[in-house]
């Protein structure tokens, strides 16, 4: 079974431009998350999308936004990007009728902002 | 306001003995609690879970024990292996489809 896959690995922007990361989940697995980890932090939940619908959101400001198409898979789109920006990103699913607190992670994307 | 904390940056343990991984919280409505492994460009994955009604779950070599008067949980690793050098990651939900996430410790285990 394939794991979680998030495209790019890396992604290098300056500050002001825009970023847009990718996730696929588990097949089978409905709802995507999406964390950030920047560096000496944990990780900090950003987003929860499940059946296309965004149903939560950390506390994080409208610039991070993203949305998640038919075929579960999602995307995470960082707008006017500022340094303090620079984390790694990570997703995971779940598959919704199986116990939802134990979830599947990508690899992530390190996002550098210049 | 961290909600969830590891207060050890770091642990070094020698192979064969006890690795005790610590985390507190502070949110009395945490009632399930998950331990995640990271190696390094690889994405956490799923060790050991917890919930509030129960004070100890096992696993293997691995345990987590749960003092919630305290708000303290710990995973014990016995007996300690080198593949076992990775971040870990205290996490806690409230059933909110939502986990907290601790900063992580790194372990290193020593041959």
């Known amino acids: 079974e394939a794991g979680v896959t998030q495209s790019p690995t890396h992604l290098i922007k300056t500050r002001g431009q825009q970023a847009t990361l990718r996730c696929s989940p588990i097949s089978g697995h409905t709802s995507v998350y999406w964390y950030q980890q920047a560096l000496g932090l944990g990780l900090q939940f950003l987003l929860w999308?499940?059946?296309?619908?965004?149903?939560n959101r950390g506390n994080f400001p409208p610039r991070f936004s993203g949305r998640q198409f038919p075929n579960y898979s999602s995307e995470l789109n960082v707008n006017a990007l500022e340094l303090e920006d620079s984390a790694l990103y990570l997703c995971a699913s779940i598959y919704r009728d199986r116990d939802p607190n134990e979830q599947f992670f990508g690899p992530g994307t390190r996002l550098t902002v210049l | 306001d961290q909600q969830v904390k590891q207060n050890s940056p770091s642990l070094s343990v020698q192979e064969g003995r006890i690795s005790i991984l610590n985390c507190d919280y502070t949110?009395?409505?945490?009632?399930?609690f998950l331990w995640y492994k990271k190696y390094p460009a690889e994405g956490p994955t799923f060790l050991i879970s917890i919930s509030s009604i129960k004070d100890k779950n096992e696993d293997g070599r691995f345990t987590v024990f749960l003092n919630k008067s305290a708000k303290h949980l710990s995973l014990h690793i016995v007996p300690s292996q080198p593949g076992d050098s990775a971040v870990y990651f205290c996490?806690?939900?409230?059933?909110?489809?939502?986990?907290?996430f601790g900063a992580g410790t790194i372990l290193r285990v020593k041959s």
């Open positions: 949110n009395s409505m945490f009632d399930y």
């Open positions: 996490a806690a939900s409230d059933w909110g489809n939502k986990l907290v």
């Open positions: 999308y499940d059946e296309g619908e965004e149903r």
